[in-house]
């Protein structure tokens, strides 16, 4: 589904829909195609280990694919949510179960990669911080808990939120989506089923069909991996566009161990032609911040000057070293 300007789209209106139209979107299951029983695993208990590996394999294969099927739904969504970040909105991942957790996995790598605040870019799961670690699958059911998490992210009309569900009909993730959409929220739906409630409930609907499971109806599997993919696809290029990276470096990123202040060295030498020992003096005189380093070796600024000259630059590092 594309991007939509109204809110009425397949007879359903995001805003009106009561919390019986979102339990009446969960019940048969006998149309999704993430719960098609593929003949072709019929054997699967009879099978070795080896032919297990190849058959899920070949299955991860069609992944890709069905990615890249999506894109022209994928990437107007991409750029609507990096114009509110720009912006200074948020970016909010809402799912239950392994769509949360995915959710909660992509938004807590942003800080150490990209060095964004907490805050900047979050992941909601049904049931919260414990369901992360243990299933609580009855929550995914729960409307007014989907609304009330909206609520309790203060979110507005500068965030982004991204409802993620394979069925593409949770109910929690399903009003969390109407309640964002009524808070004047940018709403982004991913799920895995063509002509879905949440497509409908979003502005933007991404349906990336990867068909049925090795194991039917497991969507912890195809299903999780096009939404890791996509959910890999907005956090990266919104923080490229926010200019978080310099060429494919993450000069942004948090060097906060022994490994990671290697990678810092490592960058500052490849972007200045610098020597290691060159490379890490300027960046401790920076706070171990790369690209202030940079600037250090190679426009000769102090820490305070390179900073005003980014920030005037949007975060750009490429548009300070070049004068744009």
Same mark, same amino acid.
Not at 42 to 59: H, K, P, Q, V, Y
Not at 143 to 165: L, Q
Not at 259 to 283: D, F, H, S
């Given at each position: 589904?594309?991007s939509?300007?109204?809110?009425?789209?397949?007879?359903?209106?995001a805003?009106?829909w009561h919390?019986?139209g979102?339990?009446?979107?969960?019940?048969?299951l006998d149309t999704l195609?993430?719960?098609r029983?593929?003949p072709?695993?019929a054997?699967l208990d009879?099978?070795s280990?080896g032919e297990?590996a190849?058959?899920?394999?070949?299955a991860d294969a069609?992944?890709?694919?069905?990615?890249r099927?999506?894109l022209p739904?994928i990437v107007?969504?991409i750029?609507a949510?990096?114009?509110?970040?720009?912006?200074?909105?948020r970016?909010?991942?809402?799912?239950a179960?392994?769509?949360g957790?995915?959710?909660?996995l992509?938004?807590?790598e942003c800080?150490?990669?990209f060095?964004?605040?907490?805050e900047?870019?979050?992941?909601v799961?049904?049931g919260?911080e414990q369901?992360?670690?243990?299933?609580?699958?009855?929550v995914?059911d729960?409307t007014g808990a989907?609304?009330e998490?909206?609520?309790a992210?203060?979110?507005? #009309?500068a965030? +982004?939120v991204v409802?993620?569900?394979a069925? %593409? =009909?949770t109910p929690? &993730? *399903?009003?969390?989506?109407?309640e964002?959409?009524?808070?004047?929220?940018?709403?982004?739906?991913l799920?895995?089923?063509?002509g879905t409630?949440?497509?409908?409930?979003?502005?933007?609907g991404i349906e990336?069909v990867?068909?049925?499971?090795v194991v039917a109806?497991?969507t912890?599997?195809k299903?999780g991996?096009?939404?890791?993919?996509?959910?890999?696809?907005?956090?990266t290029?919104?923080m490229v566009q926010?200019?978080?990276?310099y060429g494919n470096?993450?000069v942004?990123?948090?060097a906060?161990n022994?490994?990671?202040?290697?990678?810092a060295?490592?960058?500052?030498r490849?972007?200045?032609?610098?020597?290691r020992?060159?490379a890490a003096?300027?960046?401790?005189?920076?706070?171990?911040?790369?690209?202030?380093?940079?600037l250090r070796?190679?426009?000769g600024?102090?820490a #305070?000057e390179? +900073?005003?000259?980014?920030?005037?630059?949007g %975060? =750009?590092?490429?548009? &300070? *070293?070049?004068?744009?």
């Amino acid at each position: 589904m594309t991007s939509r300007d109204g809110l009425q789209q397949g007879g359903f209106a995001a805003t009106s829909w009561h919390e019986g139209g979102f339990a009446a979107a969960a019940g048969s299951l006998d149309t999704l195609e993430t719960e098609r029983v593929d003949p072709r695993y019929a054997s699967l208990d009879r099978a070795s280990i080896g032919e297990l590996a190849t058959l899920m394999n070949d299955a991860d294969a069609q992944v890709p694919q069905a990615v890249r099927a999506a894109l022209p739904q994928i990437v107007p969504a991409i750029e609507a949510v990096t114009q509110r970040m720009r912006d200074g909105g948020r970016l909010l991942y809402v799912g239950a179960g392994t769509p949360g957790r995915l959710g909660v996995l992509d938004a807590s790598e942003c800080p150490p990669t990209f060095s964004t605040p907490p805050e900047l870019v979050r992941g909601v799961i049904a049931g919260g911080e414990q369901a992360v670690f243990t299933a609580q699958e009855g929550v995914e059911d729960d409307t007014g808990a989907g609304r009330e998490a909206v609520v309790a992210e203060a979110v507005g #009309p500068a965030d +982004s939120v991204v409802g993620i569900t394979a069925s %593409g =009909r949770t109910p929690f &993730v *399903l009003a969390a989506v109407a309640e964002a959409r009524e808070r004047g929220a940018l709403t982004v739906g991913l799920s895995c089923n063509t002509g879905t409630a949440l497509s409908a409930a979003a502005e933007h609907g991404i349906e990336v069909v990867v068909g049925p499971e090795v194991v039917a109806g497991s969507t912890r599997l195809k299903a999780g991996t096009a939404q890791k993919l996509v959910l890999n696809m907005f956090s990266t290029i919104a923080m490229v566009q926010l200019g978080t990276t310099y060429g494919n470096l993450m000069v942004d990123l948090n060097a906060s161990n022994a490994k990671l202040r290697e990678r810092a060295i490592g960058m500052v030498r490849t972007v200045t032609g610098c020597t290691r020992e060159q490379a890490a003096e300027a960046l401790d005189a920076s706070g171990m911040r790369v690209k202030l380093a940079i600037l250090r070796l190679e426009r000769g600024l102090d820490a #305070p000057e390179a +900073s005003a000259r980014l920030a005037a630059a949007g %975060g =750009r590092l490429r548009d &300070v *070293l070049e004068g744009l």
